[in-house]
């Protein structure tokens, strides 16, 4: 069963990368009878079924092939990235002793968390993690975050364009930009409001990355 499953999915990929060329082989195969008579015609839909053949046999599927290689690499990288952006929020709500509905995160569920949390504060949480500060914290979070990011950014050129676009926006985003800020000026603010808004579209392209996480997990 699980056999005739992976051929069913192969095929289903198959036809939603290249359903253009099999319209085409569609076309031609159902000229070829009524072309009989010409015999330009005739070859020409030999010669489309010849190349259609030579196109998955030596191109599409080692593409193919590499392509789940690649992606099963990834794989790892995307979840860690996907881990170490949310695992800011649940550590903060862990240390606020506040409740929100995981699910369906509001946008004001991050500003009212971070609003909570003070800058100099040494929660349980923090030592539980091993961490001496938030900021401490947080530039660890981003370290790892940027690591995974380059990680899988060796293997562009084989990745969706919305995909490496969705990283970009990770790697530019406001929140890197403050935290590279307060790496080198200590700030004075008494709780991580002024980063709520940063972090929650973060959040959000986290959430994006998801989507991409399980389309490749489905095409392996």
């Known amino acids: 069963m699980d056999y005739f499953q992976k051929i069913i999915k192969e095929i289903a990929v198959f036809l939603k990368q290249c359903w253009f060329l099999v319209l085409l082989l569609v076309l031609a195969l159902l000229a070829y009878p009524a072309a009989r008579g010409s015999e330009f015609w005739v070859w020409s839909s030999l010669s489309y079924v010849t190349s259609f053949v030579f196109y998955v046999l030596t191109i599409y599927l080692p593409q193919r092939k590499n392509q789940k290689n690649i992606q099963r690499v990834i794989l790892p990288y995307l979840q860690s990235i996907i881990n170490d952006i949310k695992e800011v929020f649940y550590t903060f709500l862990a240390a606020s002793n506040e409740k929100c509905d995981l699910l369906h995160v509001q946008g004001e569920d991050f500003d009212k968390i971070f609003k909570i949390i003070n800058p100099q504060d040494k929660a349980t949480r923090l030592e539980f993690l091993g961490f001496v500060s938030w900021f401490q914290y947080l530039e660890n979070q981003k370290t ?13 050129h084989y990745l969706d364009t919305d995909f490496i676009l969705i990283l970009e926006k990770i790697h530019n985003s406001a929140l890197f930009e403050i935290l590279d800020y307060i790496e ?23 959430d994006q990355l998801e989507v991409f996480l399980k389309k490749y997990r489905t095409e392996i």
């Open 144 to 156: 790892r975050i940027k690591r995974s990011m380059e990680r899988i950014l060796t293997y562009e």
């Open 184 to 206: 080198k000026q200590p700030i004075t603010h008494t709780d991580f409001g002024f980063l709520a808004e940063a972090y929650a579209q973060s959040y959000r392209h986290a």
